[in-house]
């Protein structure tokens, strides 16, 4: 019991700290981002915007292998610690309690991708009213990936939610009882 009780203190310590690295990059890119656009708008070196497009796509690549380690933390504690032990028990009533208590919810990871596509649409947008239109393709193309290819990613990372649902539900019925 005490050990379980160690290796969960020592899980959530890991998620905080995986969590604060999704925020810190996510505030890097915000930086990176606003330093961009500041030397494109002064000095129109506009290849530096496509350059920002590969720059989100990096940083939303290491948000998602951290929201990823999140969410298997998460189900190890569920579905292997609390399920030992009768004293640990917040991953499965966070889960059990999050319908009844009607609180809206967003994913963090679907908000990180949302900025990823306005960076990419806002950098097209700027590059076909102010660059060359062979920039200006190129960003469209990056884009377009962008969108595609970040979509395939959630739908992946979200896989993993749907594939264990059964087994979550199984464990929380037997918690409860």
Known sequence: MKSN?????????????????????????????????????NQQIFPLLI???????????YIVEKRATIRRISFYIQTQLEKSSSSLGWEAW????RPSMELPTVSP??????????????????????????????????????????QLILNRYYKFSRKNKGEQTQIILELRE
Do not use: Q
């Open 5 to 41: 009780t160690a290796e969960y203190s020592a899980l959530r310590t890991e998620l905080i700290h995986h969590d604060s690295a999704c925020l810190t990059i996510l505030g890097l890119l915000l930086a990176a981002t606003t330093a961009i656009y500041g030397v494109v708008a």
């Open 94 to 97: 966070s889960r059990k309690s």
């Open 109 to 150: 990871l679907k908000i990180e991708r949302t900025l990823l596509v306005i960076a990419n649409v806002v950098n097209t947008i700027w590059l076909w009213i102010s660059a060359p239109t062979s920039l200006a393709i190129i960003a469209a193309v990056i884009t377009l990936i962008s969108f595609i290819w970040s």
């Open 51 to 61: 350059m920002l497009s590969v720059i989100w796509g990096i940083g939303f690549l």
